[in-house]
């Protein structure tokens, strides 16, 4: 089962630079996010998406971009890179559990990517 | 808005030593709250949820009660192990959001534990 693949699992990137980083799922999940996870900070939502061609901001959503033309797919663009955006980058999925109405809902997460801008 | 206070770490205990991670949350409505593990290298895991007050989830000897009245989700295991040494992040969803937001997670700042033989 490969579950939620995050490619790379490292980069580093000058300040300036643009760049793409891929999350697949194979698990027919409607709902999927970008979380960055900062030291203290917990992981905090970049941008989210209920189901393909639907995608919203989260809390921190600026200087990213997001697309999704498939339901397995939901890439994170970084247009500009800042040494702000240093951070390790996790992509989630889950279903929509209707039975439960959504309360038992488990997100399932890639084992993320390491970015560093210099 | 939502949100998620964990207790800041790290915690070192002795193998067999009894754990506590203190979490409470403030919601605007009846959230659903989990217990995420993070392994050194690794993404998060779901290690318990609970879904309604007073649900007590459990799974891996470690366990946590909804407690409405406190809005709190404390993490507790008997006997910790080495292999247990990881993040632990307290975190909730709001269910009747789901369709409209998916299921956006509010997550705590996470709490790291080492365990020492």
């Known amino acids: 089962n490969a579950g939620v693949t995050q490619t790379p699992k490292f980069q580093v990137l000058k300040t300036g630079q643009s760049m793409t980083l891929q999350c697949a799922q194979d698990?027919?999940?409607?709902?999927m996010s970008w979380y960055r996870q900062d030291p203290g900070m917990g992981l905090r939502l970049i941008h989210y998406?209920?189901?393909?061609?639907?995608?919203d901001q989260g809390e921190v959503p600026n200087g990213y971009n997001v697309s999704r033309s498939t339901t397995e797919d939901f890439p994170l663009r970084l247009l500009s890179a800042a040494p702000s955006q240093t951070s390790v980058y996790f992509c989630?999925?889950?279903?929509?559990?209707?039975?439960?109405?959504?309360?038992?809902?488990?997100?399932?997460f890639g084992q993320g990517t390491r970015l560093t801008v210099v | 808005g939502d949100s998620v206070t964990q207790m800041e770490g790290p915690v070192t205990l002795s193998e067999e030593a009894f754990l506590t991670i203190n979490c409470t949350y403030t919601?605007?409505?009846?959230?659903?709250l989990f217990w995420y593990v993070q392994y050194p290298g690794e993404g998060l895991q779901l290690l318990l949820k609970?879904?309604?007050?007073?649900d007590k989830g459990s799974n891996k000897g470690f366990e946590a009660t909804y407690r409405k009245e406190t809005t709190s989700f404390h993490l507790e295991k008997g006997s910790v192990q080495v292999s247990d040494s990881a993040v632990y992040f307290c975190?909730?969803?709001?269910?009747?959001?789901?369709?409209?937001?998916?299921?956006?997670?509010?997550f705590g700042g996470g709490t790291r534990v080492l365990v020492k033989p």
């Open positions: 609970a879904t309604k007050a007073d």
């Open positions: 919601a605007t409505g009846y959230p659903s």
């Open positions: 698990m027919n999940h409607e709902y």
């Open positions: 975190a909730l969803s709001d269910p009747s959001l789901i369709k409209a937001a998916g299921n956006k997670l509010t």
């Open positions: 998406s209920v189901g393909a061609g639907i995608t």
């Open positions: 989630a999925s889950s279903y929509s559990n209707r039975r439960t109405g959504g309360l038992n809902t488990e997100a399932f």
